[in-house]
């Protein structure tokens, strides 16, 4: 079992930059990849980032690549993702999750979540 746990969502103006963190507890953090999806109202989950078990690759979806940066620390068993230049459609709960995979940009391949946490920008 993994029990993760995101904090750092918050209301922030278009433009405007968040720091999302998701602590791990549980199975050893550096053997699993990271991602970070999230679900707007209405609409399916989606991939956000993934992050390599060793923190040297990472992959983004299209529509934040450039301004998201995905990072982690497995000392801390925490991975990070830096929201630059937020948008009002990058209001979402945003997730994280472990996987045995990487890259993986679906859903189903990941087994743990967390969560989520809120992010809404505001236009």
């Known amino acids: 079992q993994v029990q993760l746990v995101e904090s750092g969502g918050g209301l922030v103006q278009a433009g405007g930059s968040l720091r999302l963190s998701c602590a791990a507890s549980?199975?050893?953090?550096?053997?699993?990849?990271m991602g970070w999806f999230r679900q707007a109202p209405g609409k399916e989950r989606e991939f956000v980032a993934a992050?390599?078990?060793?923190?040297?690759?990472?992959v983004y979806a299209d529509s934040v690549k450039g301004r998201f940066t995905i990072s982690r620390d497995n000392a801390k068993n925490t991975v990070y993702v830096q929201m630059n230049s937020l948008k009002p459609e990058d209001t979402a709960v945003y997730y994280c999750?472990?996987?045995?995979?990487?890259?993986?940009?679906?859903?189903?391949?990941?087994?743990?979540w967390g969560q989520g946490t809120q992010v809404t920008v505001s236009s």
């Open positions: 549980g199975r050893t953090f550096s053997n699993y990849a």
């Open positions: 992050i390599f078990r060793s923190g040297g690759s990472t």
């Open positions: 999750a472990t996987s045995q995979y990487y890259p993986a940009y679906n859903e189903r391949s990941y087994d743990y």
